[in-house]
């Protein structure tokens, strides 16, 4: 077999990647106790050198990354070569703005941006316009194709952060970290890049000459008193001045003042500025003080400022400039456009107009803009550091689309435009991370890079964040970016050049991985619920949190990213794997957001709750569970915050159950079931004995009465099992291994056959996926409110049925022919039908049931909040059950104990026992519309009713989101309606 041929540039490429496989095939080796010392020495070093974060007035010192990230100078040549050309073309906007109607709209400033413009804007500055900026970019250098995943995302030329942190970074890395990496591996040739500052300087040292100064006395120019993000500039100056003997004064705007034509600070006369002020922020200063800022204005117009005031056209919207087809003509040659092609995104001004797509095709923007969210960012036009930025992918399209409609509203406006820009795949770096309690854990961030090119070299910094917004604020830091020789030999077994059928094969092993641990771990909860002995809960909290930290390091690492994005790009039309690959990278950015430890921690700690729940429960004392219950909630709200960034952190644990829920969606519906089932519930009549009352119903025959039933309504017993659990649940262990578990009361058979039922419902859901779909991310439920459905359906509209009780009544007399003697199905039926409103959920009747969930979810979402406590949790739901269902708990495990949900921490799951409850009603009216279901229900005959949501349900699987595919299966999306009509079919028993 020949080997493929390379070109240059892959092999350059390629010799990153295996660079970077040997640089974290080093970190590796490092002991737990090493890094730890390591990290500890490199914090204690950003400290000394003020490397500092201040946020709401508390200081921090930057993180930095305990290993680095490793580029080759051809690499960093290529990227020089490619930002100086960038630079050149920016540099050109204030002509053009002055010139061409069309980029004053792109690059609009405000009136009185213009008027300071207009007055301090030479022919000086066109000749000679020095700035000193960064483009903020991406760029793997670990691949093949390192030169086409460069992408430039937006311009940053006034103020950018990092001259001094980014070079004190490497040195901290090289210094701490590199030794311990080199004694593991020596042949590496490690060096530090060029240091950023000299590179800075030297701009303001040139500048100085370029317009005839005798001096060079510089300035650094910022808002020196507000003390929020990094105070990098007073440690600048004073680095700078101590290496070089310069004069650099640190000042505020206000501080600087004019005699004749020169300025000075203090008493030191300056001759060039490095600002760290937008235009606009100037102005604001003036209009606030009510004075001219003078010394700035006279520094604008005599070309003394650096950067000039070309950045203050460094909009997002100037990158359209230069991908707009028609401008990139007029005003740039070939070898530019050339270049903006095959690294600037698409990016455009977003308005109501007609502009050029991707792929130079004309068209609609805003709708193009709608309906293509999935490969799209929205960001505020002229805002920094992140604050706003909308990622198509990660967006539900009703918050897309209310944003893209509120940005359009103000596209006229200067300053508060916005702008769509391709997206782009950030690279994915895994990095050493060390632990509360001093484990090291592999933890993957997102790394954006800033390149600040001069004419005598290039300036990097590597931001990196969980986040895909990079922000060092965002739990991210810094990484240090070091040069490295090309390795002596090209060996690297991670990125091998594979066909599509490869890539996709190895892609879909990654995921049969995901699902065996996804089902062993739920297996050894099946097994935590049922048999485990009491002894063994601690060491299974800890198999559990090793099993959840393996789930997530595959989830999140590198290799799974990679594969991703190497799959889709290779898969175009096959609408069944973009499924999947929306599907996962769904998960893998759950799990980027969330710390391996922080899973781990949440793991264990939520097998320690379980078992003090159950204590607590045997007992009814809530005191024995809630210090579990309070680390447990205490790590919710941490997990909450993370996976929902700026967002409520509510509205993350409901899309983990309810992908694209909301309280701002669920509320109303929550609002209208309870406005209406709470007068019903208080005009109910007392629960009265009945016949039923006081019979006796044999454990043994309650069993076999509910695998019967299960057995009828379609349950394959050869691919599942009923066992007992202290709470009825179920679960999928395999695709043919369901388990399925209740509870028995001898006293109330209906509550087993009832919740036979409703677990059956699950059981059948589990059983009946597309078997073509065994093994890929499709076979599950889209959702736990369409989950729920199929229990609630099965439950409600058959279990609750008068026509189930006339079939069940044969068995119930041959089962239990004492405690059945002279009583007909009609008892049967009222039973589980009256309304009644009491203390428990899963016994309580079809109207109180959903009273019982509001209560929860505004429990719980206090509880999230943190604005209720974990001590006053038991009063305050007795007191809500009594308020809102009208029963007041006696016992703590009547009370606040009767639920395992929040042992588990599944906060954010009850809700969807409505919304399964209210799809149920959809699915039972449109299947009674076209079928006699209460005749088949009495004939026992329910295979018509399983075919019929085995097409329109389970086969379906995650192809479509649940909604989705109830509004395919009735015609309608989620709605009230058909639940209250259900209700309503049921009066004559109140």
């Not at 739990?475 to 090209?490: F, Q, T």
């Not at 599509?500 to 641990?517: G, M, N, P, T, V």
């Not at 604005?867 to 703590?892: C, F, H, K, Y």
Request: net charge negative; glycine share 6%; hydrophobic share 40%.
């Amino acid at each position: 077999m020949t080997r493929p041929i390379l070109s240059p540039a892959e092999a350059l490429g390629l010799s990153g990647a295996t660079l970077e496989a040997r640089i974290r095939r080093a970190a590796n080796h490092v002991s737990d106790a090493t890094f730890a010392r390591i990290a500890s020495r490199l914090l204690e070093d950003a400290r000394a050198n003020e490397m500092i974060y201040e946020h709401e007035g508390v200081q921090e010192p930057v993180r930095l990354m305990l290993r680095p990230l490793l580029v080759m100078q051809e690499q960093l040549s290529y990227l020089h070569h490619v930002c100086l050309q960038l630079i050149e073309a920016l540099k050109r906007l204030p002509d053009l703005y002055l010139q061409d109607e069309r980029i004053r709209k792109i690059v609009a400033i405000t009136p009185d941006e213009g008027r300071w413009f207009r007055a301090t804007w030479t022919r000086e500055h066109s000749r000679f316009n020095s700035i000193y900026g960064r483009l903020d970019a991406v760029c793997d250098f670990t691949g093949a194709g390192w030169q086409d995943s460069l992408h430039f995302m937006e311009p940053n030329l006034t103020g950018v952060g990092g001259i001094h942190y980014a070079p004190i970074a490497e040195q901290l890395v090289m210094r701490n970290v590199m030794p311990t990496l080199f004694a593991h591996d020596p042949s590496l040739v490690i060096e530090l890049p060029r240091d950023q500052r000299e590179l800075f300087v030297q701009v303001l040292i040139d500048h100085a000459r370029a317009i005839g100064r005798e001096s060079c006395q510089l300035c650094f120019v910022e808002p020196k008193y507000v003390h929020e993000g990094p105070a990098e500039q007073s440690v600048l100056s004073q680095f700078l001045s101590q290496r070089h003997g310069l004069t650099i004064a640190h000042a505020d705007p206000r501080e600087l003042r004019v005699e004749g034509q020169e300025v000075f600070y203090e008493d030191v006369k300056i001759d060039v500025v490095y600002r760290d002020y937008e235009l606009r922020e100037l102005i604001d200063l003036e209009r606030e003080t009510g004075r001219s800022l003078e010394a700035m204005r006279l520094l604008f117009r005599q070309n003394r400022v650096v950067s000039s005031l070309v950045g203050d056209f460094d909009h997002k919207s100037a990158f359209e400039i230069l991908t707009d087809p028609v401008l990139s003509e007029q005003y740039f040659g070939a070898d530019d456009r050339r270049l903006f092609r095959r690294h600037v995104l698409w990016t455009r001004l977003l308005a109501d107009r007609r502009t050029t797509l991707p792929h130079d095709k004309e068209g609609d923007l805003l709708e193009y803009a709608r309906v293509n969210r999935e490969l799209l960012v929205l960001k505020p036009n002229r805002a920094y550091g992140g604050t706003g930025v909308m990622i198509g992918p990660a967006t539900e399209q009703t918050d897309w689309e209310a944003a893209l409609q509120k940005a359009v509203i103000s596209a006229n406006d200067p300053e508060n435009s916005w702008v769509v820009q391709t997206a782009t795949r950030l690279p994915v770096h895994e990095f050493p991370v060390v632990g509360p309690d001093g484990r090291v854990f592999g933890e993957p961030f997102y790394a954006v890079m800033g390149f600040a090119a001069t004419e005598n070299g290039l300036g990097t910094v590597c931001r990196v964040s969980q986040k895909q917004v990079v922000n060092v604020a965002q739990r991210g830091g810094l990484a240090a970016v070091l040069e490295a020789e090309p390795p002596a030999e090209l060996r690297i077994p991670k990125r091998p050049i594979s066909r599509a059928k490869d890539l996709e094969q190895s892609l879909r092993a990654q995921i049969s991985e995901l699902r065996h641990l996804d089902q062993t771990i739920a297996l050894l909860g099946w097994d935590e619920e049922t048999v485990l002995p009491p002894a063994g809960r601690a060491e299974r909290g800890q198999q559990l949190a090793t099993l959840e930290g393996i789930r997530h390091r595959l989830l999140a690492s590198d290799l799974l990213g990679d594969l991703v994005e190497d799959v889709a790009a290779q898969s175009d039309g096959n609408e069944r794997l973009a499924r999947e690959l929306f599907l996962l990278r769904r998960s893998r950015r759950q799990a980027l957001a969330l710390p391996e430890d922080l899973v781990r921690h949440f793991a264990h700690a939520r097998s320690q709750a379980l078992g003090a729940w159950e204590e607590a429960r045997k007992t009814s004392d809530y005191a024995l569970f809630a210090p579990s219950f309070e680390r447990l909630v205490a790590l919710v709200r941490e997990r909450a915050q993370a996976l929902a960034g700026p967002g409520d952190p509510y509205d993350a644990l409901l899309d983990e159950h309810e992908p694209g829920m909301s309280r701002a969606r669920l509320d109303p519906v929550l609002e209208e079931v309870r406005n209406a089932l709470v007068p019903l519930v208080r005009a109910a009549d007392p629960p009265s004995d009945g016949v039923l009352h006081g019979r006796k119903f044999a454990e043994a025959e309650q069993w076999e009465l509910s695998r019967r039933l299960l057995a009828a309504i379609g349950f394959a017993f050869e691919r599942g099992r009923l066992d007992r659990s202290t709470h009825p649940f179920s679960l999928l262990a395999g695709l043919d291994d369901v388990r399925l578990t209740i509870r028995v009361d001898e006293s109330n058979v209906s509550e087993a056959v009832l919740a036979a039922l409703h677990e059956g419902g699950h059981g059948l859901y589990d059983q009946g996926f597309d078997p073509d779909d065994r093994g890929t991310l499709l076979a599950e439920a889209p959702s736990m409110g369409l989950q729920e459905s199929q229990a609630r359906l099965w439950e409600n509209h058959i279990g609750r049925a008068r026509a189930f009780w006339d079939y069940a009544l044969p068995s119930l007399q041959k089962l239990f022919p004492e405690a059945v003697d002279g009583v007909g199905a009609e008892p049967f039926y009222r039973s589980v039908n009256l309304v009644r409103p009491g203390v428990n959920r899963v016994a309580a009747d079809e109207v109180s049931y959903h009273l019982h969930i509001v209560l929860r979810y505004e429990l719980e979402v206090a509880l999230i909040s943190d604005s209720l406590s974990i001590r006053d949790l038991p009063q305050v739901w007795n007191e809500r059950s009594t308020s809102l269902i009208g029963a007041t708990p006696m016992t703590d495990r009547e009370g606040v104990l009767q639920d395992v949900h929040w042992s588990l921490g599944m906060f954010g799951y009850f809700p969807t026992y409505t919304l399964g409850s209210l799809y149920a009603a959809q699915l039972a009216e449109a299947y009674a519309r076209e079928h006699p279901l209460d005749d088949e229900i009495r004939r026992g005959e329910f295979g018509g009713l399983l075919t019929w949501l085995r097409t329109n349900i389970h086969r379906v699987g995650q192809r479509l989101a649940a909604e989705e595919i109830i509004e395919k299966a009735t015609g309608k999306g989620l709605e009230t309606g058909a639940f209250f009509r259900h209700l309503e079919g049921k009066k004559h028993l109140s």
